[in-house]
Structure formats: structure tokens, C-alpha cells
């Protein structure tokens, strides 16, 4: 290539960066962060330097490119496209990937993100949902190759049969962990109702910071927290620890608890049923013994109102005996006497002495002065009745001629 010998300043940097651009630019540069600056809240610019102070390279990127917290003193790998900026002549890398290397680099990193979503509630266990007691299907995220799948499965078929899972097989760590765990969030996220399962289960085997980048990456730690159905997360051994174990509903501390934690065991649910039945059988036998005393009660307070009642009615049997000896002959002599008196104002006995009743029509006849000669009448004796007619009336009274 012919070059002039006299060129501009913007032809020469032109010149210089199409001899950089031959660099490969998936070539990756380990170095120290320093001198990290954010400018305007979308550039960020550090310088990476060796640690022996050996050679210092001006890189620039946007924040949306930055997967990772950075500071001062991590140890990072990045790669980009090398250039000379035409602005300020100065050589810099547009840097395309931030990697952490290191597990003081990681750790630091790792304790920034925790602070931050600390800090927005996301670890908060008032939001935290309850797993269902007998799930019927289970998604299920890890690697197919990893020991934790195996473990999961073991444990879960020991403890409790007929459980569908669903199974999604992903890259635990490496470079195409973190995508396939959120394409495997997105497979479950947009299941229907029906297809949908009741808990997801995220799990891998122990290992350290570098091992765990997965689980400890911001963008999989929301996709968790986000999650539809209610998430166990079981990570490593007991000691270990990544932010989607702070985020998820149910922290387990490994793969085999995961599947406990998820799973009753028959054991335990024979014995609480066995409690259960024990308990409503103490429940029905007091109950029927309540019941047996309240009866048994009744029945001798019914008896004893019965005694009570035969008793109260003996006596006022007695009494009313008692007056009845003593009532008796005062009333029959008091009826004695008004018979006495009723048969001497009998009309028969009256009518026996010679006398007798004349009625005229219905009307019984006391006074002559009644009459009329010509009136007929009927005449009533001791013994029988006849008709009359009058034919003449002694002293004060009417006189009719026939």
C-alpha cells in the first residue's frame, strides 16, 4: 500500500486503525481495573493495567454492555476492537465483553450485586411464596450431566412417587450458562395455566465463585425473582451460597435437600396420617362419652322428676282423700236438705193437694181478670191434663156472651 509522505492528522489515525482492525478483536486482555469512571450515566471508561505496571490500555464501553459491577483493583478480561480515537489521538479499546477473573475480582463483584439488590428488597422474605405440600409437576433446570440431577431424582423418587417433571437441560457454567438458564425461565414463564408447573427447581453442584458465576449473574438472579411459580433454589454444598439462593421462594442447601424441600416424604405423611386417624378417634370417643353423660344425666334427672311428680301427686291424692272422707257427708246433707226443700215446692205435690195450672195458649193463667168468657184453656192435674172452654168468670173479669 503507497502512502504519501505528507498526510493529514485524521488520514494518518485512518491509517493506523486500518492496521489495527487486522487484530483480532476475540482476542482477550487480562489487566487490573484503575481510574474507573462513569460519564454523563452511558460511557464508562477504565484504564486495564498489568499488575506489574508494565503497560496500561485506555478502554471505553456503554453501560448497557456492562454484565458485571466493576471497581478499582478487579482483575478483568475484556475483549473489543482496538483503535486510535480520532477526537483525543489516544489508543483505546472499544471494549464489546467485561469478564471477572479471579476470586478476589469475583468475590468483590459478587458482594457489590448483593448489596444492590439487597438494597431494592429483592432478598425480602415477606414476598416469598409458599411451595405447594403435594406438587403433581415439577420443573426441574440443571445440567443432565451434572451429579445434582441424578441426586435430585434419586431422592425424589425415594420419597414420594408419580410427581411429572419437567425437565429442562442447561449449561451450569461456561459461557452459555447464563442464556440457557433464562431461555429455560422463559420456557416455563410462558407455559398456559394447564402445562404450567407448581414449583421450579434451579440446582447444581458446589464449587467456587467462578464455578457459581451463573447463579451469582443479575440477570438470572431477576429472572427468579420474577418467576411465575414459586422457585427452589439449590445450590452446591451447605457452605455455598449464590445470590439465587437470596432471591428464590425456598432456599435449599443442596440438590438432595432441594428435592426435599420440594417432595414430603411417604414416611412422614403415613405418620401424620396415622396421628390424624388416632386424633379423630380421640375426638369420636369424647364426644360419644359427652354425649353418653349428657343422657345418662337426662335420664336420672328425668327419673328423679318423675319420683318427684309421683310423689307430689301421692300426696295431694292423700289430701284430696282426706277431704273428700271430711266434704262428703257435710254435702250430702246439704243436698238432703235442699231436696227437702225442692220437694216441698214441688208443682206435682201441689198438684197432688188438689190444685192445678191453667195455661191459655202458653201463658200460665194467675188472675181471672186474664180471661175472656169463650177463651179456651188447658187445664193441668196431679194426674193428666184436659182442654176447657170458660164459660163464665166469677167475680172482676170480662165477660164475652157465646
Not at 405447594?132 to 440431577?149: D, K, M, N, Q
Not at 336420672?300 to 282423700?321: I, Y
Request: charged share 30%; net charge neutral.
Amino acid at each position: 500500500m503507497s502512502v504519501p509522505a505528507v498526510i493529514s492528522v485524521a488520514q494518518y489515525l485512518d491509517l493506523v486503525n486500518d492496521r489495527l482492525r487486522e487484530v483480532p478483536s476475540d482476542v482477550g486482555v487480562e489487566g487490573e481495573v484503575s481510574d474507573l469512571r462513569v460519564s454523563h450515566g452511558k460511557w464508562v471508561g477504565f484504564d486495564l493495567k498489568d499488575a506489574q505496571g508494565g503497560g496500561v490500555l485506555k478502554c471505553f464501553m456503554t453501560v448497557w454492555q456492562l454484565s458485571v459491577p466493576l471497581e478499582d483493583g478487579m482483575r478483568v478480561r475484556v475483549t473489543g476492537g482496538a483503535k486510535v480515537s480520532a477526537r483525543f489521538g489516544k489508543f483505546q479499546l472499544d471494549v464489546r465483553t467485561v469478564e471477572l477473573v479471579g476470586e478476589g475480582a469475583l468475590k468483590r463483584a459478587y458482594l457489590a450485586l448483593k448489596r444492590k439488590m439487597q438494597d431494592e428488597g429483592l432478598f425480602d422474605g415477606a414476598r416469598k411464596r409458599p411451595i405447594p405440600r403435594f406438587p403433581e409437576r415439577i420443573g426441574l433446570i440443571t445440567s443432565r450431566e451434572a451429579a445434582a440431577y441424578g441426586d435430585f431424582l434419586r431422592v425424589l423418587g425415594n420419597r414420594w412417587g408419580g410427581v411429572e417433571v419437567d425437565f429442562v437441560p442447561v449449561h451450569v457454567q461456561g459461557g452459555n450458562a447464563v442464556p440457557e438458564i433464562l431461555a429455560a425461565f422463559e420456557h416455563f414463564h410462558h407455559l398456559g395455566e394447564s402445562e404450567r408447573p407448581d414449583v421450579l427447581v434451579l440446582t447444581r453442584g458446589g464449587g467456587g465463585l467462578e464455578d457459581l458465576h451463573a447463579f451469582n449473574d443479575e440477570s438470572v438472579a431477576r429472572a427468579v425473582f420474577s418467576s411465575r411459580v414459586p422457585v427452589v433454589v439449590g445450590v452446591g454444598h451447605e457452605r455455598d451460597e449464590s445470590l439465587c439462593d437470596f432471591v428464590a421462594d425456598v432456599r435449599a442447601s443442596t440438590p438432595s435437600n432441594a428435592a426435599e424441600r420440594v417432595a414430603p416424604s411417604r414416611d412422614e405423611v403415613r405418620y401424620e396420617l396415622d396421628a390424624m386417624t388416632r386424633r379423630v378417634e380421640e375426638v369420636l370417643r369424647a364426644n360419644l362419652d359427652a354425649r353418653r353423660r349428657i343422657v345418662e344425666h337426662a335420664a336420672s334427672s328425668a327419673s328423679a322428676l318423675v319420683s318427684r311428680q309421683r310423689e307430689r301427686l301421692t300426696s295431694e291424692l292423700d289430701a284430696f282423700g282426706t277431704a273428700t272422707d271430711r266434704w262428703i257427708p257435710n254435702i250430702s246433707e246439704r243436698i238432703e236438705g235442699a231436696l227437702r226443700v225442692l220437694r216441698q215446692v214441688d208443682p206435682n205435690r201441689v198438684l197432688a193437694r188438689g190444685y192445678s195450672i191453667v195455661k191459655s195458649g202458653k201463658t200460665l193463667l194467675r188472675d181471672a181478670s186474664e180471661l175472656v168468657v169463650g177463651t179456651d184453656v188447658s187445664v193441668q192435674l196431679s194426674r193428666g191434663t184436659f182442654d176447657a172452654n170458660v164459660l163464665r168468670i166469677n167475680g172482676t173479669g170480662k165477660q164475652r156472651l157465646v
